[in-house]
């Protein structure tokens, strides 16, 4: 559509087929009476101290409201391109010994990404993050379906790649789960916005344990409810294909079905993590040491074995969490309470 | 040599944001320069001049501060070029939201965070809907829905501008912004270029020293509310 074209279409047609194009003129502050008159004419009405408030000039707001569209339309839930796989062709590490690898990540795959602090893992992060291509210090490269990235598409910031989650984050929003959501939704330009909060919620509540309601608080939410409530979300609702995790918190939240739930949603998982339950849950294990790629480690079967015991150990624990919170004594034999966690009933329970 | 403004509400993070920008394009090799334009105190100047980086320092005390940057710009250009720099960045802080610091034909630079609440975008003006470059900082403590639905807010009053996270803290996402100021144009001078929106007015009694309130005392450009 051209300027021209637009300048004279009624702003109650417009609005039918671009619906989001409300809040470009409700920010121009449009009486919902005046839906009928042609964009021109609402346009000519604004007062020209009005539009010099809004830090607009009257002969660029048609144009503006082009771009509004075109950028939207970009935005549009299910215009994102959907991805095959992502490639990241090694670099160099701090000595300059090249790392000589390409590691193809799929949707639905689970890489953990271990090493010491100040080994390199934020800069590999970061490196996946800005589509590195040769112009990081590691000298690596990112491939989107084996090519170059589109710059139009990724560059300028309208697509992210990476959704992050990390323990460090809050809600710092004033608002109940429900507007939280609907937000959101909102501003991902979902068309069945209430299907959406409904289905983020119910998948949150499940991975809580501890139930909430839709009008709780965001704010109010304990620990282990807003990560289950952002991952839901994360895995619902965001657009990035990659989900990278910062550690998470191994109370309150059920992380293998957090896990579960965003491979399901074909997002390709990053963990950064020295939590042996949570490096376990990967296929393989990114080794950082001195800024590169050292080693990749597939989780072996031998591994998954003992990732079970260490789980019910990890069980074991959480009892004990439960008897303190409960205001009880811990004055058993700690040999037997833990030798029943690897009775050959239990493990056979496990199986 | 490239001239980059940068403005942005007071505490959003810019000389962070820049002290980033700063080491990596060092390693580069590129000469850099920094003018911080602010109201009546600034810290600012000493984290600059302790990474080693090049530092005017400009109060603008009872003066509009976007007045106040206008007058000293083109000077301050060519401070630049004497001393040699490859990039000059102005920083300013936005302490109205009418501010509107950014130039024709010279990469404009807003940062806005997180914290500052989703209806923020609408609120700020021609800093933040003229700039080329929208940095979002304070991304590291609010949760994912958050960011994307303050990034979504800031794309809709500018739809043109690069909207791009960043860590003022780690750097993290800074190398987005370090590949718009390599693509920046270049400024010789700046006499005769236009600003992009004309900046707030003021021209009043106030402006001159005014301190008696009262309809007798207010000459000049005087703006009245409806109260009825």
């Known amino acids: ?351 | 040599m490239k001239l980059v403004t940068v403005a942005g509400p007071p505490s959003s993070g810019k000389t962070s944001v820049i002290l980033r920008l700063a080491e990596e394009l060092a390693k580069d090799g590129l000469r850099l320069g920094v003018i911080k334009f602010d109201c009546l105190s600034s810290e600012d100047e000493h984290r600059y001049a302790k990474a080693g980086i090049p530092v005017k320092l400009g109060l603008a005390g009872g003066l509009c501060p976007d007045h106040f940057f206008v007058a000293n710009i083109e000077e301050g250009v060519q401070w630049g070029h004497r001393s040699g720099f490859d990039l000059l960045i102005c920083e300013s802080a936005g302490l109205c939201n009418r501010c509107s610091p950014h130039i024709r034909d010279v990469l404009a630079v807003c940062v806005v965070d997180n914290l500052s609440g989703v209806h923020t975008p609408a609120k700020i003006g021609p800093m933040l809907k003229t700039a080329d470059v929208v940095v979002i900082t304070k991304g590291d403590v609010v949760s994912q829905a958050e960011r994307e639905v303050f990034a979504f807010r800031v794309k809709q009053v500018n739809p043109r501008a690069a909207v791009l996270p960043v860590n003022g803290l780690t750097g993290q996402g800074s190398l987005m912004v370090q590949r718009q100021l390599r693509s920046a144009p270049e400024t010789q001078a700046l006499e005769g270029v236009r600003l992009r929106f004309s900046m707030p007015a003021a021209l009043c009694s106030y402006c001159l020293g005014e301190t008696r309130i009262g309809p007798d005392c207010q000459i000049g450009n005087i703006k009245t509310m409806d109260f009825s």
């Open chain 1, 1 to 351: 559509m051209t300027d021209l074209d637009l300048l004279h279409t009624p702003i109650s047609d417009l609005l039918l087929k671009h619906p989001y194009a409300k809040d470009f003129f409700t920010l121009l502050g449009l009486p919902s009476t005046s839906c009928h008159t042609t964009v021109k004419v609402f346009f000519d009405s604004l007062d020209q101290d009005h539009i010099e408030n809004l830090g607009l000039v009257r002969d660029e707001l048609c144009s503006r409201l082009h771009d509004f569209i075109v950028q939207m339309e970009k935005l549009k839930t299910g215009k994102a391109p959907t991805l095959q796989s992502i490639t990241l062709c090694g670099g160099r590490n701090k000595d300059g010994h090249p790392e000589n690898i390409s590691l193809e990540l799929r949707p639905g795959d689970v890489v953990s990404v271990v090493g010491p602090t100040g080994s390199g893992k934020s800069r590999l992060l970061a490196d996946v993050e800005c589509l590195a291509q040769g112009d990081t210090p590691s000298g690596r490269r990112v491939l989107l379906d084996g090519q170059p990235p589109d710059e139009s598409l990724w560059l300028g910031g309208e697509q992210r790649l990476v959704a992050q989650l990390s323990q460090n984050m809050n809600f710092v929003m004033d608002v109940s789960v429900r507007e939280f959501l609907t937000l959101h939704a909102e501003s991902r330009l979902v068309d069945d916005i209430d299907a959406a909060v409904t289905q983020i919620f119910s998948t949150a509540v499940l991975l809580a344990g501890e139930p909430f309601t839709l009008d709780t608080p965001v704010t109010a939410l304990s620990g282990g409810q807003s990560r289950a409530l952002m991952i839901a979300d994360v895995a619902c609702l965001s657009a990035s294909p990659i989900v990278l995790i910062d550690e998470i918190e191994n109370a309150g939240v059920d992380r293998r079905q957090a896990l579960d739930l965003l491979v399901k949603q074909e997002k390709i998982v990053l963990l950064a993590t020295h939590d042996p339950l949570l490096a376990l849950l990967g296929q393989r294990r990114l080794v950082i040491r001195n800024g590169g790629i050292a080693d990749i480690i597939d989780t072996s079967d031998s591994e998954r074995t003992l990732l079970r015991k260490l789980n019910s150990f990890d069980r074991k624990f959480s009892e004990l969490r439960d008897r303190v919170r409960h205001g009880q004594r811990l004055d058993f034999d700690l040999d037997v309470f833990l030798a029943e966690c690897l009775s050959p009933a239990e493990q056979g329970q496990l199986e």
